[in-house]
């Protein structure tokens, strides 16, 4: 049984429009949740985090959104850049679990020039 | 500063065979968490080791195994392997286990069993 999930396997946006990657969970433990970047033949990289006490969060061009009652969240990237196109994963994490992650299965995002 | 590495890059076993994988973790963390990657697939926590003791530990069977040393190095291991243990092998080290602890990936190791 997949707890997080990442329904979109890909996605294609024009350089300098907003993406959005989404992500939806299904363990009410889950309170902190984390987007991480992966290039090929390199490990993922964080990107942004947001705890369950929040709904936002923004660094620069990433913002992240959770909405607790539909255990969904997002990323949004403003504006796209060519250099962003990567795989994206969503993570979460449990308060008694410290910060062993369960991952969706990522999306795919290519930013076009 | 170092980040984390691990080696081989790639290495081909066949069914039944035994496997090692290293890991060798940022300066200062004392915490490593090893994930599976199948294709197409997000990372899948394995285990996690926090001074030397496995500190918790996914759903994977016994025969997956690992060890951290007193300089924070460490190993996976796996035993009898399946043709499914095919997979992109990730650790990551952290400085402690607590929830916002950032982890940083390695490169991984891709294990193809023939």
């Known amino acids: 049984d997949q707890q997080v999930k990442q329904n979109s396997p890909s996605l294609s946006v024009q350089e300098g429009r907003i993406s959005i990657l989404n992500c939806d969970y299904t363990n009410s433990m889950f309170d902190y949740f984390l987007w991480y970047k992966k290039y090929p033949a390199e490990g993922p990289t964080f990107l942004i985090s947001?705890?369950?006490?929040?709904d936002k969060n923004e660094d620069g061009r990433f913002t992240v959104f959770l909405n607790k009652s539909a255990k969904h969240l997002s990323l949004h990237i403003v504006p796209s850049q060519p250099g962003d196109s990567a795989v994206y994963f969503c993570a979460a994490s449990a308060n008694n679990a410290g910060n062993m992650l369960t991952f969706g299965g990522g999306t795919r995002l290519m930013v076009k020039p | 500063e170092t980040g984390v590495t691990q080696s081989p890059t790639h290495l081909i076993k066949t069914r039944g065979q035994q496997v090692t994988l290293r890991c060798s973790s940022q300066?200062?963390?004392?915490?490593v968490s090893w994930y599976q990657q199948a294709l197409g697939q997000g990372p899948q926590f394995i285990f996690q080791?926090?001074?030397?003791?496995?500190?918790g530990r996914g759903n994977f069977p016994p025969r997956f195994s690992g060890l951290q040393f007193p300089n924070y190095s460490s190993e996976l291991n796996v035993n009898a392997l399946e043709l499914d243990d095919s997979a992109l092998y990730l650790c990551a080290s952290s400085l402690e286990t607590g929830l916002n602890n950032e982890q940083f990936f390695g490169p991984g190791t891709r294990l193809t069993v023939l």
């Open positions: 947001i705890s369950s006490i929040k």
């Open positions: 080791y926090y001074r030397e003791e496995e500190n």
């Open positions: 300066s200062g963390h004392n915490t």
